[in-house]
């Protein structure tokens, strides 16, 4: 009796300790200001094992954050020094602002709005955020239904709001996706405010009036739930075809140009494009609906996180696509409209040429091969000071300006294809 209780002891002693989160103590963050002479130092970091790169940008004049564990902040810094590379501590200890954060959310007991069946006060869980699809399916039964595309690595459910008023099933579509970056939270907040807007406030019905959305909040349920229970700063998929290391970029993994550039094929990388092209069963669902619904869908718009950037194709080459002009100009309008609402400046342009190039990506992918001529990525703003992580009680100050360029966008299907 008393060996076994001991062992139930044990046990959840093991287990809690298997469960709890990983630790950022004495993480530090850094950003980097490199001008043109700097970014070869730079560059020379970028493949080394353990640093963090949270901003992919790599052309001169953009500053470029980076998590530095603490065992390598003494070679890291002395990399900068040796280079002379004009840098800031941005956070000093990055467990101190997570853990205010923790704090912040478990005291705030703010009570959710009635009239809403979310809030934007915090962000939600993958739980959470099933529980508010599959409640606006039941309330809206004639304008929401609700589609699983596909199940994740450990076999969640990948949900697919689908928000229709009407038509033959002929009507154009805006395809969204967030979330395939599991640790870029703003993300897939930013796809339920879209959400909200367009299913609960009717003084927005003109949106919905002529054309279609199919919106996945959350296409890496599996890495989106990891960033929740165990580690905050997960990216990839939780996929183990590896046997080195856990996970695959989701944003690395589509079939155009893989890992021709700008993707690692080291499994431990951040951006580890796969074994194969859509080796991942996330990448593979939305694949699998854009080309079953390819002749309506007319937009596709992937939500990330920092930046504030709108990108256009191609992440491959610099070369632009044929239709750059109307994918400048859509993109110019909808960053003019959020920031008349308040919100900040989105650089807007071809992905390679302001960021460098990342091969594998999923508006690559849907442009050239899943018949889609409008296809974006959008970077939505960081946490200033605190690099990723937009606290929770500034989710609203970003996703509802952000929602004037989703207007845009919805306005120009309807008004060129509605
Ligand atoms: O690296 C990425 O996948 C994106 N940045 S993130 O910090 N969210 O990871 C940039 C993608 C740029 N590529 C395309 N627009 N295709
Ligand atoms: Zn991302």
Redesign the pocket.
Known sequence: MRSSGLSLLLLAALLASALAAVSYRGHQVYRLKPSEEHLAAVAALRGRMGLD????AHLAGHPVDVRVPPQLLHSFRQHLDRHNVPHELLIADLEEVFQKERNLTHHKALPRRPESRISFTEYQTYDEIRQYLSDLASSYPSLVSVETIGQSFEGRPIDMIKISSGGDGTRPVIVIDAG??AR?WI?PAAALYVINQLVENAAESALTASVDWHIIPVLNPDGYEYTFTSERMW?KTRSTESNLCVGV?G??NYDFHWMEV?ASSFPCS??YAGPEAFSESETRALRDHVLADSSRIQLYL?F????P?I?????YTAEMPDNWETLQALGDAANAAQEAAGGPTYAVGE??V??G??AG????WTKALGGVELA??I?LPGGGSLGFDPPASEIIGIVAPFFEAIRVFGQYVSDNFG
């Open positions: 790169f949270w901003s992919r395939i970056h870029e993300a990216r970029d944003n690395r700008g951040e951006t992937s990330h996180s920092y930046g950037y990108l256009y194709p191609w992440s992905s390679t302001i960021l190039a990342s990506s999923s508006d690559d974006y990525t970077e």
